[in-house]
Nanobody, 121 residues
Framework: EVQLVESGGGLVQPGGSLRLSCAASGFTFDDYAMSWVRQAPGKGLEWVSTFYKSGSKTYYADSVKGRLTISTDNAKNTLYLQMNSLKPEDTAVYYC??????????????WGQGTQVTVSS
């Protein structure tokens, strides 16, 4: 059974930093991607960043580029999101997603439970 367990959320002042973690277990895919998405209060899901195992490529939404950094620790099967220079508009529930490769696509298949990030003074 695939499990994704997120941690690291909390309350931080504007300009502050947090590091989110997503510990993954129970999968043996040869190729996959892992993404962070977020949902602000009263809004829909917003894609934040993706790491592709193939080629170790990373991509970011324009709204977070230069402030948030996605990374992985393969030995620990853990995905991270280092969040710097946080803004009130970064306030949201952050979800990690394990995307299984299938027929040339990466399915949004497995979701974590989410972790709350609140940026406020």
């Amino acid at each position: 059974e695939v499990q994704l367990v997120e941690s690291g959320g909390g309350l931080v002042q504007p300009g502050g930093s947090l590091r989110l973690s997503c510990a993954a277990s129970g999968f043996t895919f040869d190729d996959y991607a892992m993404s962070w998405v977020r949902q602000a209060p009263g809004k829909g899901l917003e894609w934040v960043s993706t790491f592709y195992k193939s080629g170790s490529k990373t991509y970011y939404a324009d709204s977070v580029k230069g402030r948030l950094t996605i990374s992985t620790d393969n030995a620990k099967n853990t995905l991270y999101l280092q969040m710097n220079s946080l803004k009130p508009e970064d306030t949201a529930v952050y979800y990690c997603v394990l995307r299984q490769s299938y027929s040339g696509h990466y399915l949004w298949r497995y979701w974590g439970q989410g972790t709350q990030v609140t940026v406020s003074s």
